[in-house]
Nanobody, 120 residues
């Protein structure tokens, strides 16, 4: 069993900053990719940022230059630092981890979600 625990999030005014953290634990054999997704009310879940085990990073166009993803391979953790936040960044943010669990089982796990609200 693999568990993802997210922390961070909350409410901030436009232009402010917030950080999100996600730590994976349990029956993990290897992690290939880690990333953050978000889902705004009435919209589909979308990818925000991702990072591979080799350090390759990809950002959604809407957050480039404002968000920074970082990975802690030792602790199986991934962080998302968000700055210059806009009201349209308001969403529930989910952590995702892809790789393999023990005994060759494919791993594609999700965090519980954390709400980020950007409002004046």
């Amino acid at each position: 069993h693999v568990q993802l625990v997210e922390s961070g999030g909350g409410s901030v005014q436009p232009g402010g900053s917030l950080g999100l953290s996600c730590a994976a634990s349990g029956s993990i054999f290897s992690i290939n990719g880690m990333g953050w997704y978000r889902q705004a009310p009435g919209k589909e879940r979308e990818s925000v940022a991702s990072i591979t085990s080799g350090g390759s990073i990809d950002y959604a166009d809407s957050v480039k230059g404002r968000f920074t993803i970082a990975r802690d391979n030792v602790n199986n953790a991934v962080n998302l630092q968000m700055s210059s936040l806009k009201p349209e960044d308001t969403a529930v943010y989910y952590c995702n981890v892809k790789g393999y669990a023990l005994f060759g089982k494919v791993l594609d796990a999700w965090g519980q979600g954390t709400l980020v609200t950007v409002s004046s």
